[in-house]
């Protein structure tokens, strides 16, 4: 059964009028929900340490200021807008001992509710607003008089309007321009993580870094290697995003499709899905977040190691080179 995407119609933003909006954290989404509340006409504030980098970005963005211990005290609806990895430290010292009846904790990612590494006290509101891109999208479509997409869920409603809450919120940030879907903080996590992990991010990076192998290993240049397995993708991908893999399968050359076709699931074959089955069965087991929560609490220390082998992969230091020469390419 197709979702129901509800639209600006369905959410009212005169529920949030009489509330004020606290957004602790000032990163990507929370620059963007801080921004469009604001531009919305929310009375929003941003919560900060005291010797937080982000004070300057957020004072030359005319948002008003506290300092994070003081934010859950002056507002109703918190915006916990801080890394998954950092968000239990950051809620135990900050929003729990200062958390009072009626509030509301909003989450633009269910991780911390779904695996509870945060257990909020059961007469709070706790909702979910996710749009369905990264904070300069969110900002730059709300600019454009657009909005990105996204999913709004209830985790508790003590006060029973917690759902009117979180679509006020998605209008007020945008989001019911575009279209937001009603899901759980289940379905949300697990979703989520498994895309980052098989498809948009795992997924991508290694079998572009195969493929740039593979041609390598077989003498071609890693010049070429590079334009053809990393530097075209984006024009792919671009075409997908914007109509969808059968249109872009129309726009490609008929040597591309045939290609295509008949190749591209010999390489992403059944044994694939079988892994991918695996991490999804990872993710909702458990695993997968335990797992990363010991490596926090270790220091990060595999994560660092990790990132860096990455970064000394043959492909990173083709790129370097080649985007140098493409000026017209820089932002």
């Not at 003081?70 to 801080?82: C, H, K, R």
Request: net charge positive; glycine share 10%.
């Amino acid at each position: 059964m197709a979702a129901r995407i509800l639209r600006d119609k369905d959410a009212r933003l005169s529920w949030l009028k009489n509330r004020r909006c606290g957004v602790l954290g000032f990163g990507a989404q929370g620059q963007a929900h801080a921004m469009n509340l604001r531009d919305s006409g929310m009375d929003v504030v941003v919560g900060l340490r005291p010797k937080s980098k982000s004070r300057a970005s957020a004072k030359s963005a005319g948002l008003r200021l506290v300092d994070a211990a003081a934010l859950t005290e002056s507002t109703d609806v918190i915006f916990m807008a801080v890394p998954d990895t950092v968000m239990p430290a950051a809620f135990h010292k900050f929003v729990a001992p200062k958390l009072r009846a009626g509030q509301t904790l909003l989450f633009a990612h269910g991780f911390a509710i779904y695996y509870k590494t945060i257990v909020p006290s059961k007469n709070v509101d706790v909702i979910l607003v996710a749009p369905k891109g990264l904070g300069p999208m969110v900002r730059r479509e709300f600019v454009a008089g657009r909005g990105a997409p996204g999913l709004v869920a209830v985790h508790q409603n003590a006060t029973g309007a917690a759902r009117k809450t979180a679509l006020a919120w998605a209008k007020a940030i945008g989001c019911t321009r575009a279209g937001v879907i009603e899901t759980t903080f289940r379905e949300e996590t697990e979703t989520d993580l498994f895309g980052e992990q098989a498809v948009l991010c795992g997924g991508t990076a290694a079998l572009i870094n195969a493929g740039f192998e593979t041609l390598v290993e077989a003498g071609y240049t890693p010049e070429l290697a590079y334009f053809e397995c990393l530097h075209e993708l984006k024009f792919i991908v671009d075409m997908i995003h914007e109509r969808g893999i059968a249109a872009m399968r129309e726009r490609i050359s008929e040597t591309a499709a045939w290609g295509d076709l008949t190749v591209g699931s010999r390489i992403i074959d059944a044994s694939v899905k079988r892994r991918m089955q695996g991490a999804l069965q990872a993710i909702q087991s458990g695993k997968f977040a335990d797992g990363l929560i010991r490596e926090i609490e270790n220091g990060r220390r595999e994560l660092r190691r990790k990132v860096a082998r990455g970064r000394k992969h043959e492909i990173e230091r083709v790129g370097r080179r080649l985007r140098g020469l493409m000026s017209w390419d820089r932002k």
